[in-house]
């Protein structure tokens, strides 16, 4: 995906504060016919246009922050080859040219919906703190996807819990 395709500075400092009982939320069955998968999302959570020009569903757990970020991105591949370290190179220098500081934490394969990929975490330093990232980039028949949770470093804990609960609802179509 391209760089534009990145979480910008602003959508970061939307994600930074405080969650609340995120494992306990209640997942509702969510899906548009311009979506090449299924999923179920965090009932009561918003939908969000950041206006970058990418494919998905973005939403967002209130109006204001402190928000919780959660993004199911897709883009075609048109026959192109896919190298997910390249996908995650462009991710880890679009955030970098935003002026923030990132540190990966982790790395591991992983698959959602029969999908293969790559996840990794990330700790995010900003100017208006600290953030933590989840991103994970899968390897479609016709699509690449990049599927992403940003939260505060204290929330992130149930917001990863949660994020993995939808992760595991996604159906590819």
């Known amino acids: 995906m391209k760089a534009s395709h990145v979480m910008t500075a602003a959508a970061l400092a939307l994600a930074a504060s405080s969650l609340g009982a ?10 548009d016919a311009k979506l090449p998968f299924r999923v179920s999302l965090p009932q009561g959570w918003l939908g969000a246009d950041f206006a970058d020009g990418t494919s998905g569903v973005s939403l967002v757990s209130a109006k204001a922050p ?34 923030v500081t990132l540190k990966q934490l982790s790395s591991r394969a992983a698959r ?16 208006q703190g600290q953030l933590r990232i989840r991103v994970w980039y899968g390897n479609g028949a016709k699509n690449l996807y990049s599927f992403q949770l940003t939260d505060s470093p204290a929330r992130y804990a149930a917001a990863n819990a949660l994020f993995t609960k939808v992760l595991a609802t996604v159906r590819f179509q």
């Open 66 to 99: 402190p928000a919780t970020l959660i993004r199911l991105l897709f883009m075609p591949k048109n026959g192109a080859a896919v190298d997910l370290n390249t996908e995650f190179s462009k991710f880890e220098a679009g955030l970098k040219s935003s002026g």
């Open 112 to 127: 959602y919906g029969g999908v293969g990929g790559s996840e990794r975490e990330y700790s995010v330093t900003h100017p």
């Open 22 to 31: 995120a494992g306990a939320q209640t997942l509702v069955p969510f899906s």
